[in-house]
């Protein structure tokens, strides 16, 4: 069994910050690229950064310069720092993994997702 599990989201006002963490958890052997999701009212769920095993990024272009992800291999775990939020960054936001695990088998796992609010 794998888990993932999103921390960090809240309430903050514009202009402010937050860290989301996310730790995958369970029968992993390796896990190849992790991701933040994100998923506003009404809207359909849109990748807001990406990376890699080997430390590479991708933003979304409404993020850029403004958001950061991270990952720590040994502890299984990808972080987003969110500076400068704006109202219109408030959505769930949602881990998602792509490993393996102790089957060998590639798949893609998805957290429960964190509230992430801002107010203007």
């Known amino acids: 069994q794998v888990q993932l599990v999103e921390s960090g989201g809240g309430l903050v006002q514009s202009g402010g910050s937050l860290r989301l963490s996310c730790a995958a958890s369970?029968?992993?052997?390796?896990?190849?690229?992790m991701d933040w999701y994100r998923q506003a009212p009404g809207k359909d769920r849109e990748l807001v950064a990406h990376?890699?095993?080997?430390?590479?990024?991708n933003y979304a272009d409404s993020v850029k310069g403004r958001f950061i992800i991270s990952r720590d291999n040994a502890k299984n775990t990808v972080y987003l720092q969110m500076n400068s939020l704006k109202p219109e960054d408030t959505a769930v936001y949602y881990c998602?993994?792509?490993?393996?695990?102790?089957?060998?088998?590639?798949?893609?796992?998805w957290g429960r997702g964190t509230q992430v609010t801002v107010s203007s």
């Open positions: 998602n993994a792509y490993l393996r695990d102790l089957q060998a088998v590639w798949r893609a796992y």
């Open positions: 369970g029968n992993i052997l390796s896990i190849n690229t």
């Open positions: 990376i890699n095993s080997g430390g590479s990024t």
